[in-house]
């Protein structure tokens, strides 16, 4: 297992296609934070941060503690989501680690 990073999200009201678009215009990326018995949590992450972390391997093993809202969650990504055609993270889903 990897070195825990830290990584700054912020808690997202809206979901869905329409909102999802706008935060990709505005330089984020949507994720979903599961798990641990507890209910899903949407947040947005920096897309440039994310896109360094995916192409500097071992993101799918490293453990994250992410800050949202002056919270720190503690998570795993589980999977993440690339356009076909330009190669690049839409979107990013992670697990408690409990």
């Avoid at 809206?14 to 798990?35: H, T």
């Avoid at 209910?39 to 799918?60: C, E, H, N, Q, R």
Wanted: no cysteine; glycine share 8%; aromatic share 10%.
């Amino acid at each position: 297992m990897s070195e825990v990073k830290t990584l700054k999200a912020v808690k997202r009201e809206r979901a869905g296609k329409g909102s999802s678009r706008a935060l990709r215009n505005d330089g984020q990326i949507p994720a979903v934070i599961y798990g641990d018995k507890q209910p899903a949590l949407s947040v947005a992450i920096d897309y440039k941060t994310v896109y360094y972390l995916i192409y500097g391997g071992g993101f799918k093993s490293t453990v994250f503690n992410i800050e949202v809202d002056g919270q720190i969650i503690k998570a795993q990504p589980k999977d993440y989501q690339m356009d076909r055609v330009k190669d690049t993270p839409l979107h990013v889903d992670f697990i408690r680690v409990a």
